[in-house]
Each structure stands twice: as structure tokens, then as C-alpha cells.
């Protein structure tokens, strides 16, 4: 199957600290596929809380997030969007 990803800007104040990687890792569940956040020279199973938070991802940093699987292009989506949303924090 195809692998399909995305590279994403983390532009809430947080980076993805609990609530943002906890949003994150709920997103991705919905999804059959394989999905991974690639960051630095680290990968996170994106179902995982503790592999997402281990990242250390900041404000301002760069993530790839890529999806294998039937559904992978839904997932990337909706992932996509969630970041793009902020993970609905206010500013």
C-alpha cells in the first residue's frame, strides 16, 4: 500500500504536550492504518501518548506524519486539519 504523509508546523503555544498529543493519538485511532509522526531523528507510533509526548515536539517545530493503510489518505486529512485548527486552543 501506498504511504502517503504530510509535514505540519505545530503552531500552538504547547507544542504537543498532553492535551495536543492526547487530541492527536484520538485522531489517529479512528483510523485502521499505520500511522507514524516522524520528528528530528525519532518516529511515534501516532496511537501512542507516550511515543507522541516523547517526541519533545515544540511550537514552531516541523513533524512529518505519515499513514499506511487503506484509509491513510483520511487519516492524513484529518490529522492535517487538526493541527491546521490548532488542536482548537485558543490564542
Do not use: C, W, Y
Not at 39 to 50: E, G, L, Q, R, V
Not at 57 to 69: K, L, R, T
Amino acid at each position: 500500500m501506498p504511504v502517503v504523509e504530510a509535514s505540519l508546523v505545530i503552531t500552538n503555544k504547547v507544542g504537543l504536550h498532553l492535551r495536543p498529543a492526547g487530541l492527536l493519538v484520538q485522531t489517529a485511532a479512528r483510523f485502521r492504518s499505520k500511522i507514524v509522526v516522524l520528528f528530528a531523528d525519532k518516529t511515534a507510533n501516532a496511537k501512542s501518548i507516550m511515543g507522541v509526548m516523547k517526541l519533545g515536539v515544540s511550537m514552531g517545530d516541523s513533524i512529518v506524519v505519515q499513514a499506511e493503510g487503506e484509509d491513510a489518505e483520511q487519516a492524513i486529512a484529518a490529522l492535517s486539519e487538526l493541527v491546521h485548527r490548532n488542536f482548537d486552543e485558543e490564542e
